[in-house]
């Protein structure tokens, strides 16, 4: 492909002006309001920037059209028909179902959408229509239900695009096989209360005005590009948008993914050195009394040490006691036992005179780390405070009061103790649970003392598989805490269908007898929270009690506690809720006042009760493999044998393959290989992924050999050029203040 001549920018003004477009919030598109915004939020989507970052997570064929004659069952096809019926609505209660026949020279098709009465007026008597959808038969009659669909007013006859007039066409003349309409409409990730057209409308306005401008400027050095046989920034994101063949839509996703794999170890690179470099630490070195006062203290906790813990903690001690600044990742599977490592490392850090933070990424899990601390017999010496975003002004005042001072050892909280009126006397140490969800900036923040640096020490209940860790955490040390707690019984995991849920029940219903305790995971938070893409194609009629796909943490619990098992005490925690509520019911399960806790996914991290010996997942194929293995170590964390069944009425292959490896294997290393390889392109958006860094487009396993040609380019380019100053290189620092704030923030280095 031809290289375009980019000029450089005369002077900075011009520079600032692209980074203002860059910048521009979402809102500064027409259509996009306040609520539309948050939206998008969801999908890290803020600016204009993060508009044209977000890629289609599939894309949908209409160039193959199949005659209605041909349609087979089950198969997903596009369809070219003229609309023969007017809409025929119909309501019960608060569904309704929507009806249309359609057809072409050769046969006929009804379709069906539920729940969506305003199509009603999109379909209209004697259009011609494109459909697509999935088909199946009902007796001698093809159906489709929720098809897409798209009015034509243009349509190829012998070769020859010809309009059609919006109303009357004749369905006996639409035959497929002389025509060829050839377009392909890429699909974005949505979140509930998005339109696909709509999103995509706003991608194109942003490609249309950046392309107008001449924005869309390289960050690659062409000699790289060349070495790399990458395409330029401008085509592949144009291309990416629009792909007009599958060629030119791996020429384009190739360079993008390359792209960003090599900006995140770019930046991985520079911060590793600006994290050590110059930075001096305190050391942490215990004299003889303090050392057996620390010893004293490891032999009074509630359990023996596993063999990895006591590795783990060797490890730590021997960073800490450097003048440079410890930098290492503490990594082990769910119920390894990290919380208390990192405690004996805060009380090494408090023996020695400093104090420390301990950071978690949400306050549920910062109170509960907390309460665990406060608890756990044998740190009794630490002065331990917590402070959330829902710390009231008065004790917030108190405890930063007492952190100045140096009467505190420990502060536990959110990122909200990142701000700047935190002052500590003297910290030492700085500990960040579940990394990736942090921002770089945040911590950076964080660590720039003076002239020195706490000692940072990041745990992450990943297993992210060494090959990677080598290339993605670079500099990093790594401890793995590759032993669970002796008596740890391997959770027996299972699945079921709507179908089994009176079997199911009796489950739950036994285990709450013997005196231990449930937990009902749901996909959603409420009810109404379906994902416009994604939605499930159901019968009104068909009324089962709980829709698996779509379960909604507050209808599960309303339907458990007054017809299921009213008999049974049943909590509620979502996300939805206040903090003080969120609290409140983990606590009351905690204590076991509640015997079931129905939940969302705010459980999946940290949350820790050893009486609960059985989950269920509804909905289970909404969620991905790691996030599965994540919310299945929330039981068997006691000596009772516990098990995890996960609930799902999907037919869908990749689901069902998760399933069976969760059910095959407890190994977190092994999941986590196959959680790579199983992913596909739809399921990187889908479901919100866990540990590993996400990419938008980069796929850790299939890509592994993007992934090392990126690192090799990047670290070349650091040695040669450590401060990115070669006027060859400046385009990289372009590079790198895009990407910052987006990618790195999900790897939290
Ligand atoms: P994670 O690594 O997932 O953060 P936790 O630190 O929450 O794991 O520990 C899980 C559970 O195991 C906690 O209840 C903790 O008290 C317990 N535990 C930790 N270490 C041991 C051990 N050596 N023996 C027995 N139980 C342990
Ligand atoms: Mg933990």
Redesign the pocket.
Known sequence: MTERWQPQPADRTAENREREFWQQPVTALKGISQSRAKLLAQLDVYNFRDLLRLFPRDYHDWSQLTPLSELREGEEATVLAVCTTEPNLRYRGARSTLRVTFRDATGGIVCLWFNSPFFADKLIKGQLYLLRGRVRSYGQQNQMVNPHFQPQDRMLLGGESVSVPPEGVNYREIDPGNLAATFVRPIYPLVAGLQQGNVRNWVEAVLDRALERGYLREVLPAPLRRRQRLSTGEYALIRIHRPETQETYSIARHRLAFEELFFTVLGLLRLGRRARDGFAAFPVRLDTSDEELWQDTVSRL?????GA?SRCCDEIAADLAAERPMNRLLQ?????????IAALAVLRAKLAGGQSVLMAPTTVLAGQHYS?LVN?SGLDSLRVALLTGSTRAAERRNILAALAAGEIDLLVGTHAVLTEDVVFANLVLAIT?EQHRFGVRQRIGLLSGENSSPHVLV?S?TPIPRSLALVLYGDLDVSV?DEL???RQPIATYTARSADWPRVLELVRKRVNLGQQVYVICPLKYADETDEDEKIARDPEADSPVELGNSAAESVFEWLRKEALPDLRSGLLHGGMKDREKNAALAAFRAGETQILVATTVVEV?V?N?NATLMLVLGAERFGLSQLHQLR?RIG?GSEASVCVLMSDTDKELARERFKVLCRSNDGFYLAEQDLRLRGPGDLFGVRQHGIPEFRLANLYTDQDLLRAATTEARQIMSADPDLALPENSQLLRGLDAAFGERLTHIGL
């Open positions: 509630p359990f023996a040490l596993t813990q082990g599977d769910v119920g390894s036992g990290k919380t208390v665990t756990m649970d745990m209940a805490v707690p002796a008596g940290g820790d050893p170590g964390r």
